[in-house]
């Protein structure tokens, strides 16, 4: 199933809510990706999303809040991973979510100071020191218990507007959509062309072909790899889990091959990549 948005109308529909409420909000894919219809986010937002490792720390945390999305309806609320309090709620084809209506960034009604300590914790790897983006935190508007469950109930009714409009709806996905989500989705697991195969019911010459086309004429198995190492990159930049870890987590148990394959996609090894980014 593939997923297509009316983004004009729902363009209009986030900024009219913006001008009302003064809360942002914004639609993800089912993947947990900014479709990209707001620009208003609050100033302490724009800061951390201008520099790239705020930005992929930012885009980590919306696919993070999608998988583990486990409300029985509604909203879930959530801190982000700076602390700012969000809140995400699926928008429904039947029993199949096709995006998600996403809330924030804003405070509750507690200290803003103890909600500054929290944030500023999270702030080690900013490169002028948390401190410079104080003034930008306490920008942030904070609302209470009542406003909050206010505007999510309208906007729960709203989701109805959104179906009734056609404003999200799905469509059947191609064979080569299909194969590309199901890499993105499983390049972690133990994977093969007979199990890949297996699992999407295609033919095994049909899945040469699909990822010859996906990939400008490469195989399958460099497909995976792409999707592995593209991954570990952002382990290595993001965390200190050991290299044998991060090469665990992609799908690559031996840590030689690992190595191996790391540094034949990107010129250098998994430690010199680690020790560049960082600085």
Known sequence: MNTLFDEEQLRKLI??????TGLPANILDPEGRDINLFRGHPPFCRAVNDLPEGHERCVNCDMW?????????GFQFYRCHLGICEAVMP??????????LAVGCYLDDSPIEEQWARTRSRL??????????KDAFFQFRQCSQEEVRAYTETLEALSAYIRLKGMIRAT?????????????????????????????????????TLAKE????QTLSHLIAQR?????????????????AVAEAVGISDYNYFSKVFRSMTGTTPSAFRKQYRG
């Open 15 to 20: 900024a009219n809510l913006k001008i009302l």
């Open 65 to 73: 809040k999608i998988r583990n999305y486990t409300a029985e309806k």
């Open 91 to 100: 928008l429904y084809d039947s029993k199949t979510p096709l995006a998600y």
């Open 124 to 133: 080690d790897w900013w490169p002028a020191g948390p401190d410079a983006l």
């Open 172 to 208: 059947e996905q191609t064979d080569l959509q299909k194969l590309e989500l199901y890499l993105d989705q499983h390049y972690m697991e133990k994977l093969s062309l007979a199990s890949i195969s297996k699992e999407m019911h295609i033919g095994r010459t049909k899945l040469c």
């Open 214 to 217: 996906l990939s400008g004429g």
């Open 228 to 244: 592995r190492i593209s991954a570990a990159k952002r382990l290595l930049a993001q965390s200190g889990l050991p290299i044998s």
